[in-house]
């Protein structure tokens, strides 16, 4: 789509309009869909997005956006902003890691590096912690407490096992992140060398969920995946006789689960390669913009509307906010 500059502009709101914006926001009938994506019933006619701006340099303070340097659009159609705020909040952070046989060596850098996420984590954000084989196992659901956060991460059980990542994905996505309050933001980092047993030429069945399904499920999520990815084809390539192809793949699914999410895709090789991870996490996740619109599309048909929030002059940033709503049905 091709990204037209609109004029955006903060309309002087009474004080009357904002109690009634904040009676609607805090009684609205919400109602959880089928589909994965967070649906809601507009019972106003103002709809609110959370948004989160990702890929600020790692170096220097991230500034902060105006109403001007973000586009909104409903159906393709642009929408005139009319309530905006920006503000620090915490979020929900899931670090999930690969323990399948093929990372038996990196068993202690996943456990350093998880610690040292623990760290980098404000002590507002909380931390959820995951493993994955042939399927995923939850170690620790969403904890604000450090130090039980890295004990557990000690006690985490040696690499063995096949690798089914697109599942355990899924059921990150699907059954952890709906833990969470629904008020923070939610990430995933995910560490792994990507070669599902699915893969052409990797033994073992693998996952069920196909990855074109997991990669839509990824864009349609509010959650943010950041993945790292962790080099193993070396040895793998000679211990199990795993195909350069599988690997190839591995690589390039990563990469299109980082480009839906707007994320680097990371490797690692050493420990000291994933500080820039973390920082970059911490930077992305902490500030969220509330931007709010009254509908040009004012028809109450209970019709799905797409949403689309793009950033007008700052082409290297990537904004990230739900993928649409169902408006309210005529009673």
């Not at 996420?117 to 450090?146: G, H, K, M, W």
């Not at 969470?180 to 990797?202: E, F, H, K, Q």
């Amino acid at each position: 789509m091709q990204c037209r500059a609109a004029n955006v502009v903060i309309m002087r709101t009474s004080t009357a309009f904002l109690r009634t914006a904040f009676v609607v926001l805090l009684f609205g009938s919400i109602v959880v869909a089928q589909d994965p994506v967070e649906t809601i019933r507009i019972d106003s006619d103002l709809v609110d997005l959370k948004v989160s701006v990702l890929g600020f340099p790692p170096n220097n303070p991230p500034p902060l956006l105006e109403p001007k340097d973000f586009l909104v659009l409903e159906d393709g159609v642009p929408q005139e902003i009319t309530f905006f705020a920006a503000a620090d909040t915490p979020f929900d952070l899931i670090l999930l890691l690969d323990l399948s046989g093929s990372n038996s060596k990196n068993l202690k850098m996943i456990r350093n590096s998880a610690k040292r996420f623990v760290d980098a984590a404000r002590d507002v954000d909380r931390i959820a912690l995951v493993t994955f084989t042939d399927q995923p196992a939850l170690y620790s659901t969403f904890s604000l407490d450090r130090k039980k956060l890295k004990k557990t991460i000690d006690e985490m059980d040696d690499a063995a096992g096949g690798t089914n990542f697109w599942d355990s994905m899924d059921w990150v996505l699907h059954d952890l992140v709906t833990r969470g309050t629904g008020l923070r933001r939610s990430a995933i980092v995910v560490m792994t060398d990507g070669v599902d047993n699915a893969l052409p030429g990797v033994p073992g069945p693998g996952s069920r969920l196909p990855f074109e399904e997991l990669l839509e499920r990824i864009r349609n999520s509010e959650s943010i995946v950041f993945p790292i990815y962790l080099d193993t084809e070396e040895e793998n390539v000679k211990k199990f006789h795993t195909p350069r192809e599988a690997y190839a793949q591995a690589r390039d699914q990563l990469a299109q689960i980082a480009n839906v999410c707007g994320t680097p895709m990371y490797k690692a090789a050493r420990l000291s390669d994933l500080d820039a991870v973390y920082a970059q996490v911490v930077r992305d996740l902490s500030t969220v913009y509330s931007i709010g619109y009254s509908p040009t599309n004012r028809s109450l048909d209970g019709k799905w509307r797409s949403l689309e929030v793009l950033l007008t002059k700052r082409g290297d940033l990537f904004a990230r906010t739900k993928r649409g709503y169902y408006a309210k049905l005529r009673s």
